[in-house]
């Protein structure tokens, strides 16, 4: 394939999941971004493997970790992926290593995708602030509450971070976070983190 199929060719993309990620998030949004040529890597709390769900209460399939969030560094990464699930990004707020980890990707400008209830991880890091998102409408209270514009849309793009509402979103999302990883950098997007 040749550079305008793949867009992302020589890019490093950090996916930053955890037990209880949405199995299909994560699975149909890491096959994008590695169709579209880049590496990507497993970030999460602890080795070994986490366990990933059908509609968060059915166990679907295990996947091996690359990194330990206390392993990985933000510099050595394009772009970042949060995968939803309600669980999963639940165990990454309460981690102060892991939205360390989520901060530094918007300080160094790179853009960032987060899917369905993804965006806590952005809310608890206070990125929210002044941007408009989306998110799984439950999660409307919480954006608003953090200074966020939450608004009812297949997927929104706001400098550099992408996101979407629900599984049924995934071609829109996958479009547009690839499309968002290719352009790279994006100067506004330190502007709130």
């Known amino acids: 394939m040749g550079q305008s199929q793949q867009p992302l060719t020589g890019k490093r993309v950090a996916c930053l999941a955890a037990d209880g990620v949405e199995d299909v998030e994560y699975t149909q949004s ?19 493997e ?3 769900m059908n509609q968060d209460i059915n166990p679907a399939n295990r996947y091996r970790v690359d990194r330990t969030v206390n392993e990985a560094n933000a510099a050595d990464y394009d772009a970042l992926l949060l995968p939803g699930g309600t669980v999963n990004p639940d165990r990454l707020r309460m981690n102060p290593q892991a939205m360390d980890f989520v901060r530094a990707f918007f300080q160094q400008q790179k853009p960032v995708a987060a899917i369905c209830h993804g965006p806590w991880s952005l809310v608890e890091t206070g990125i929210v602030n002044g ?5 799984f409408p439950s999660l409307r209270t919480d954006i608003r509450n953090a200074g966020g514009n939450w608004v009812d849309q297949q997927v929104q793009v706001d400098n550099g971070l992408v996101t979407s509402r629900s599984p049924s979103d995934l071609p829109a999302f996958c479009a547009k976070m690839v499309e968002e990883f290719a352009e790279g950098k994006h100067i506004r997007q330190m502007a709130t983190a």
């Open 50 to 52: 986490i366990q990933s």
């Open 131 to 135: 941007r408009t998102v989306t998110s």
């Open 30 to 48: 890491r096959a994008a971004a590695e169709q579209a040529g880049a590496e990507v890597h497993l970030i999460s709390l602890k080795s070994g």
